[in-house]
């Protein structure tokens, strides 16, 4: 369903995040039900999230603001594309960009950068994450377009 997150600002209370995410996304404009990862410099949570079925939902990752590393990239975009997540937000880097623009997936990320993340299974799932000014709880709705991105405790209409 069509939205735009200042519509959807104007009408309801929702938390707003600092304009900190750039797109990287086949999709610009992407919502659903949160799935949180707590993860620094390590992606194995976020591949082991993703080979779930998304279901439409969001996956959010944070990353502690890293840019050292790229949590997601070309083949983890495959993956949320292939098992129906509707998008990805990254609170850090991501890599493989022009693969990220290709999939029809919402993808919003601190930055890009060249270098893969670790590999060694570090992390928390489905806890509540705080980071540009919001906290992002499992379960609760994101919105995110080109405006910006915004959090609601329950599915907005």
Same mark, same amino acid.
């Given at each position: 369903? #069509?939205?735009?997150?200042?519509?959807?600002?104007?009408?309801?209370?929702? =938390?707003?995040?600092? #304009?900190?995410?750039?797109?990287?996304?086949? *999709?610009?404009?992407?919502?659903?039900?949160?799935?949180?990862?707590?993860?620094?410099?390590?992606?194995?949570?976020?591949?082991?999230?993703?080979?779930? #079925?998304? =279901? @439409?939902?969001?996956?959010?990752?944070?990353?502690? @603001?890293?840019?050292?590393?790229?949590?997601?990239?070309?083949? *983890?975009?495959?993956?949320?594309?292939?098992?129906?997540?509707?998008?990805?937000?990254?609170? @850090?880097?991501?890599?493989?960009?022009?693969?990220?623009?290709?999939?029809?997936?919402?993808?919003?990320? *601190?930055?890009?950068?060249?270098?893969?993340?670790?590999?060694?299974?570090?992390?928390?799932?489905?806890? #509540?994450?705080?980071?540009?000014?919001?906290?992002?709880?499992?379960?609760?709705?994101?919105?995110?377009?080109?405006?910006?991105?915004?959090?609601?405790?329950?599915?907005?209409?």
């Amino acid at each position: 369903m #069509p939205f735009a997150t200042t519509d959807l600002c104007d009408a309801h209370a929702v =938390q707003v995040a600092e #304009p900190l995410f750039r797109n990287f996304g086949g *999709l610009t404009s992407f919502s659903g039900a949160m799935v949180t990862l707590e993860v620094f410099e390590d992606n194995s949570l976020v591949r082991a999230a993703l080979e779930e #079925p998304g =279901q @439409g939902r969001v996956l959010v990752v944070d990353g502690r @603001g890293s840019l050292r590393c790229a949590l997601f990239g070309g083949n *983890l975009v495959a993956l949320a594309d292939k098992n129906g997540w509707s998008g990805v937000l990254v609170f @850090g880097a991501v890599r493989d960009t022009r693969e990220l623009s290709a999939a029809k997936v919402g993808v919003k990320a *601190l930055a890009a950068h060249p270098m893969k993340s670790e590999k060694k299974g570090l992390g928390r799932r489905d806890v #509540p994450v705080t980071f540009a000014g919001v906290t992002f709880t499992p379960g609760e709705w994101l919105y995110a377009d080109e405006d910006g991105v915004i959090v609601s405790a329950s599915k907005l209409t």
